[in-house]
């Protein structure tokens, strides 16, 4: 079974300071790692995934996650938020080799404070 | 940029009244997906659908849903009698493939059950 933990519900941050916000996730199988955004009363967009290859990825906005394998997370963050970076932002897990569903966490909701 | 489109962005309804929530997904995509968030909870799978077919279900996903694509464009959720418990919003999702493939989601419809 398959479970993502987001341990800040909510993280408020200055502008032009860095944020990270944190991902956990629990699996048996090896899984494919995903970050997306809402913004109010929109969809959720894709930020930035992990299939394979560098631990490291970038995504979209200036955001960017590390995969640590050994600790099972894979935390997001961005050197310098912008008023526009508030929304609420979720991390999924997909199993590489069974099914079609994500399992997501609950979410975390970041505010930019001016 | 294309994007997945679903009506109403909100709905309101008596107990034990059907509900059908329209998506309109990504015109090249082959999978489909419905989710749903309950406010305060995880964004939870209900069901994909590919070749006209439920490829996969979640336990939630039991009599009182059904799942169709009625024309080329198309993809419904019904829920034949509603419960209270069926009060959340609900996302519908499209991929061109599957495994490590990025989901995109629609805005959500909020289903509000009285």
């Known amino acids: 079974a398959q479970s993502v933990t987001q341990l800040d519900s909510q993280v408020p941050v200055f502008e032009e300071a860095p944020v990270e916000l944190r991902c956990n996730y629990s699996?048996?199988?090896?899984?494919?790692l995903f970050w997306y955004v809402q913004y109010p009363n929109q969809g959720l967009q894709l930020l930035l995934k992990?299939?394979?290859?560098?631990?490291l990825v970038k995504g979209i906005n200036g955001f960017e996650a590390e995969f640590n394998k050994s600790q099972t997370s894979f935390h997001l963050r961005k050197p310098s938020v912008h008023i526009s970076d508030t929304a609420e932002y979720f991390c999924?897990?997909?199993?590489?080799?069974?099914?079609?569903?994500?399992?997501f966490g609950t979410g975390t909701s970041l505010t930019v404070i001016p | 940029e294309p994007e997945v489109t679903q009506t109403p962005s909100h709905q309101v309804t008596q107990m034990g009244q059907e509900v059908i929530l329209r998506c309109v997904p990504i015109?090249?995509?082959?999978?489909f997906y419905w989710y749903r968030q309950i406010l305060g909870q995880k964004v939870e799978f209900l069901v994909s659908?590919?070749?006209?077919?439920?490829?996969?279900k979640s336990e939630i996903f039991d009599d009182q849903f059904s799942v169709e694509r009625p024309d080329g464009s198309n993809f419904t959720l019904k829920i034949r009698s509603t419960k209270l418990e069926d009060s959340a919003m609900y996302f519908c999702?499209?991929?061109?493939?599957?495994?490590?493939?990025?989901?995109?989601f629609g805005p959500g419809t909020r289903l509000t059950v009285l």
């Open positions: 999702a499209s991929s061109e493939a599957t495994r490590g493939d990025t989901q995109y």
């Open positions: 699996s048996s199988v090896s899984v494919y």
């Open positions: 992990y299939l394979s290859g560098s631990t």
């Open positions: 999924a897990v997909r199993p590489t080799n069974t099914g079609n569903q994500f399992y």
């Open positions: 015109s090249n995509h082959l999978y």
């Open positions: 659908f590919y070749n006209n077919e439920i490829s996969e």
